[in-house]
């Protein structure tokens, strides 16, 4: 009984007078329990904790390797700073690769079980039963992995950007900040896909492992084995290099370009290259006529963004399509408890 | 305690069909259910139950027909009807790694209370359904009866008009369900509820009910109190009387086991008696089959003849007698 009367007290302890007054819209309250739900699970605990694993090895290699990057007459000297987030000597990857790679493993774990785990506990038919709207659940779902994602890739960022501030004594100019805001938005963005492709079989299969290998296996197909398909393709259709117009080398090129351009790993890494790489030009095919004269500098931001817009696009359409199909299949989903 | 007034049709399903595919799960129901009713859909599994009550609550559409309640259309308002609907869910389940007072006021708040209100509510109603030592424990520990009585308070804590109850006595022990029922009974007559209980456990049901509805198929094919159905069944079908005879002397009689000399004079002086069709004796009760109630007349013969009248009753039908006999029909048919 006393320690009935403890958890009373505490929990009075934890809201101020106002907070426990107010009355939040059912929409609002299904966000605050689901970023609760998540943050003090376990899956996220170890995440977390290899993100922040990640960072300190980038970090690290970064700052071994700056000294030997820095050139007399770099004309890109100005942007230093974004090298914290690229450098490396090749025995861990950058920062914005280990994203790549690991960005998608987060975006699954936050969302292979939302709606299915709700069914299997039962507690599915009890919330619906409850005065919300059906898709509340499932966008509060989603607006809540959104939020965890979020927060951590910002701490994350702007806890490494803090550091080599410290280490290294110089701070990043707008231009370099404002970079790293667009990749971190793009990261998000990158990760919400995933999310919401985990979120989609969530919805479509009943068991929460079923769920979760298959959002896995898709991730693994278009970071390992696209690429490799892509490659006996290319290889197959490769017009001679010595008899084909130069034209058709064009097409060939863009073609096999567009073919990898499907798996949205690569578009991330086209992305984020472009932004965190100023002096990227073009992530097509350029011939030596546009080539020529050019004076080697990197790219103001607008124009860095610029060339990075189809694939931002991209992927906003491929998040936004999967959000809608599983918006639809839950909306038409029966409601039943056994 | 409330008076029950029994006047406004709180519930009503209008030629209400569902048809998923080919099967028909629903088929043209029509039914009313009055404030402050308790009123139990019996069925067999697979019989339209839950679906009559998804679509009461607006989770499933119905292919035509209406669903109304409190004169709200519930596939076109849902949210209007959830608000005045308690649901417990077959098999209901919680959050567990969550105790079972964050679950409820989880509950209280996507019913728009706010924390302080949520959490008042929320420690009066498990201390109603004896749940106070528990409200700390995570729902994961918790036994089937527990988890039943935490989804009567959680149906509860919105404040209902109506409380929907889907077979809420599944997985308890006999014990609890007693309890169990009880508590459903006195919350419901405290706060004038009108209760909606679907079962397939014939003997609770009629308990507690005040009128149940007996589903198969899709179909209602009989509603009403069950004396009225028995009434209505068993109209045709002589009366049958019991009597717990002992007769002195003769009963341990070891050469005739089982029929004692005395029963035969007994038979006979009763089936002498006008209206009396048929007359049977087993192990000191008798069973007497005649037309109408001539229960004192047959009280009367038996002293005279010199046994001891132990016990004497009419013979009651319950639902389990209507319900086999309602599929006893739809066989025939």
Known sequence: MTKFFQFFGDLKEKYTAGEREKVYSPLRVMVFKEVSDQVRSWRFIILGALMVLTCMGSLYTALTNLAKAVKPHDPASHLFFLKLFTLSDGTLPPFHVFVTFLGPLIGISLGFDAINAEQNNRTLSRIMAQPVHRDYLINAKFIAALIVISVMFFALNLLVVGAGMIIIGIPPTLGEFLRILSFLILTILYVAFWLNLSILFSVKFRQAATSALTSIAIWIFFSVFYQIIIKLIAKAIIPSPYSAPPGLIIKYQKLVLGLSRLAPGHLFRDATTTLLVPSVRSLGPLTMRQVYGTIPGPLPLGQSLLIVWPQLTGLIAATVLCFAFSYLSFMRKEIRSS | ?333
Not at chain 2, 132 to 157: F, H, P
Not at chain 2, 181 to 204: A, C, F, K
Not at chain 2, 230 to 239: D, I, Q, V
């Open chain 2, 1 to 333: 305690m409330k008076e029950r007034i029994i006047s406004e049709n709180i519930i009503e399903f209008v030629e209400l069909t569902k048809q998923y595919g080919t099967l028909t799960a629903v088929d043209h129901l029509n039914l009313t259910i009055t404030r402050g009713e308790i009123f139990g859909l019996l069925g067999p599994n697979g019989a339209g139950k839950s679906t009559t009550i998804l679509m009461m609550l607006g989770l499933t559409e119905p292919t035509s027909g209406r669903a109304l309640v409190g004169g709200i259309n519930a596939t076109v308002f849902p949210v209007e009807v959830k608000r005045r609907v308690g649901y417990l869910p077959d098999n209901v389940g919680f959050y567990q790694d969550m105790t079972g007072l964050e679950n409820l006021v989880y509950i209280a708040r996507l019913n728009r209370l706010s924390h302080r209100e949520a959490t008042e509510r929320a420690v009066g109603l498990l201390d109603r359904v004896g749940l106070t030592e528990a409200a700390g424990k995570k729902t994961g520990k918790y036994s089937r009866g527990m988890i039943q009585r935490l989804g009567l308070a959680d149906v509860l804590i919105k404040n209902p008009d109506i409380i929907v109850l889907d077979e809420p006595t599944l997985g308890i022990d006999p014990r609890g369900i007693r309890e169990f029922l009880d508590l459903i009974v006195r919350l419901s007559r405290e706060e004038n509820l009108t209760v909606l209980l679907s079962s397939h456990h014939l003997q609770q049901v009629q308990q507690v009910c005040d009128r149940v509805g007996i589903f198969v198929s899709g179909k209602l094919i009989a509603k009403g109190d069950v004396a009225t159905l028995s009434a209505k069944l068993f109209s045709g079908e002589p009366y049958i009387i019991e009597a717990g005879v002992h007769l002195t002397g003769d009963a341990d009689d070891p050469a005739s086991p089982g029929q004692p000399a005395a029963v035969g004079g007994l038979r006979d002086t009763l089936l002498r008696m006008e209206g009396v069709s048929a007359v049977s004796y087993r192990g000191g009760h008798m069973k007497i089959s005649c037309a109408g109630d001539l229960s004192a007349e047959i009280a009367r013969a038996i002293v005279a003849s010199g046994a001891a009248l132990n016990t004497l009753s009419k013979k009651e039908y319950g639902l389990d007698d209507i319900y086999r006999r309602y599929f006893e029909k739809q066989e025939a048919s």
